[in-house]
């Protein structure tokens, strides 16, 4: 057991090694900082969708701009899309689940908004529709997937692909990712050193 154990551990830091070496991943990672930035600075806000665990992540990396990261500062615009349930299941019930986040994009995303999509395989159906009406409205895409990119390589302005297809291991590197930005983007729009 303790060996299963030990290799779980171990294939996480392979995970987030090849991340390391992986300088296009990196620069990329660099680019959504500072888009993420200068979204803010002109008044935008910065939107996040997911599911199951990627829901998680997407409600996890929102409040860290919206509530605080690593020091106390004005709070920053920035929400998961899921987090209102009964909207959620009226447009899922009524519509689709493929259309819940595509519906609250076309009603409240605006250009020069950020929205952040996180699906380990990239081709989450209801994150897809949710992309493309975004590109309709002017939004910039930001995609975390697995290796491949899925469907949502195409619509990302900036991909940030984990070069894994291990469904925990790219989970994990998404929430590193996640708080990478997270902690540039605070240090950069509020002038900090962490």
Excluded: W
């Excluded at 060996?3 to 990329?28: F, G, R």
């Excluded at 689709?96 to 989450?124: A, C, E, F, Q």
């Excluded at 992309?131 to 995609?143: N, P």
């Excluded at 894994?164 to 590193?176: A, F, G, K, M």
Aim: aromatic fraction near 6%; proline fraction near 2%.
């Amino acid at each position: 057991m303790s060996e299963k154990i030990k290799n779980i551990i171990q294939n996480s830091i392979d995970v987030k090694a090849a991340v390391l070496a992986n300088e296009d991943l990196l620069k990329t990672l660099q680019q959504c900082v500072d888009e993420i930035v200068a979204a803010f600075k002109n008044g935008n806000k910065v939107l996040f969708c997911g599911n199951g665990g990627s829901a998680a992540d997407a409600q996890h990396l929102a409040a860290e701009f919206s509530g605080r990261f690593y020091t106390d500062r004005e709070a920053l615009p920035a929400e998961a899309l899921h987090v209102n349930t009964s909207y959620l299941t009226a447009v899922a019930n009524d519509y689709s689940y493929d259309v819940v986040y595509s519906r609250i994009i076309n009603g409240i995303g605006k250009k020069g908004d950020v929205l952040v999509g996180l699906s380990t395989s990239g081709n989450s159906g209801n994150i897809v529709k949710a992309f493309e009406k975004a590109r309709e409205k002017g939004m910039i895409t930001i995609g975390l997937t697995g290796s491949t990119g899925g469907k949502m390589k195409d619509l990302s302005d900036y991909l940030l692909n984990v070069p894994s297809n291990d469904t925990p291991r790219i989970q994990e590197s998404h929430i590193l990712l996640g708080h990478i930005i997270c902690q540039l983007v605070e240090e950069d729009y509020f002038k900090l050193t962490v």
